[in-house]
T-cell receptor, first 113, second 123 residues
Framework: QQPVQSPQAVILREGEDAVINCSSSKALYSVHWYRQKHGEAPVFLMILLKGGEQKGHDKISASFNEKKQQSSLYLTASQLSYSGTYFCGTRDSYSGSARQLTFGSGTQLTVLP | DTGVSQDPRHKITKRGQNVTFRCDPISEHNRLYWYRQTLGQGPEFLTYFQNEAQLEKSRLLSDRFSAERPKGSFSTLEIQRTEQGDSAMYLC?????????????????????FGSGTQLSVL
């Protein structure tokens, strides 16, 4: 079952912060975040595993609350380069295949100068 | 790495025609995936190869779809008797996955590298 992302779209000014949420009705084993710019390939951002760890690089970080089956992606002091569509992918089993990786419908982020 | 490449980038065809797409994964990657993406949606899994073996196929993949990965290198996805509903972006992704039993099986850390896709339009 497809995870639900919110909001569907967000517009912000350079330097502002944003949060993108991803939730599932199933118990999750891992959450994967990708960013896709228009006309380009989705690019891997990070993976979060069971255990509620928070990961990050640069000013993009994410958390995973396995009890609530939710993950949030935090973009701090947004840069123009952050614009794109963000997808979360969830895995709800220990299956040995990415078939179990189900993507949400995406959050379109636009950063204005 | 040179990245995942897909060919062609765009394909326009008439309903009923056959089309074939090619994907060249990152050379050392043993896993290859095909996904389909429609406007406003995330990628949907179609099929998966480990080396040359096709291990899984989605229920989305009708009998008109066939995929191959000869010698575990490049892969082709063929759609026969195309329908307008087949219009979509077809994405290929590859990854370096460890086979269960040969070491710690870290699927949880599996990172997919996507190609830029083939945009199919069926008229």
């Amino acid at each position: 079952q497809q995870p639900v992302q919110s909001p569907q779209a967000v517009i912000l000014r350079e330097g502002e912060d944003a949060v993108i949420n991803c939730s599932s009705s199933k118990a999750l084993y891992s959450v994967h975040w990708y960013r896709q710019k228009h006309g380009e390939a989705p690019v891997f951002l990070m993976i979060l595993l069971k255990g509620g760890e928070q990961k990050g690089h640069d000013k993009i970080s994410a958390s995973f609350n396995e009890k609530k089956q939710q993950s949030s992606l935090y973009l701090t002091a947004s840069q123009l380069s952050y614009s794109g569509t963000y997808f979360c992918g969830t895995r709800d089993s220990y299956s040995g295949s990415a078939r179990q990786l189900t993507f949400g419908s995406g959050t379109q982020l636009t950063v204005l100068p | 790495d040179t990245g995942v490449s897909q060919d062609p980038r765009h394909k326009i065809t008439k309903r009923g025609q056959n089309v074939t797409f090619r994907c060249d994964p990152i050379s050392e990657h043993n896993r290859l995936y095909w996904y389909r993406q429609t406007l406003g949606q995330g990628p949907e899994f179609l099929t998966y190869f480990q080396n040359e073996a096709q291990l899984e196929k989605s229920r989305l993949l009708s009998d008109r779809f066939s995929a191959e990965r000869p010698k575990g290198s490049f892969s082709t996805l063929e759609i026969q008797r195309t329908e307008q509903g087949d219009s979509a972006m077809y994405l290929c992704a590859s990854s370096l996955g460890k086979v269960r039993g040969t070491g710690s099986f870290r699927l949880s850390n599996e990172k997919l590298f996507f190609g830029s896709g083939t945009q199919l339009s069926v008229l």
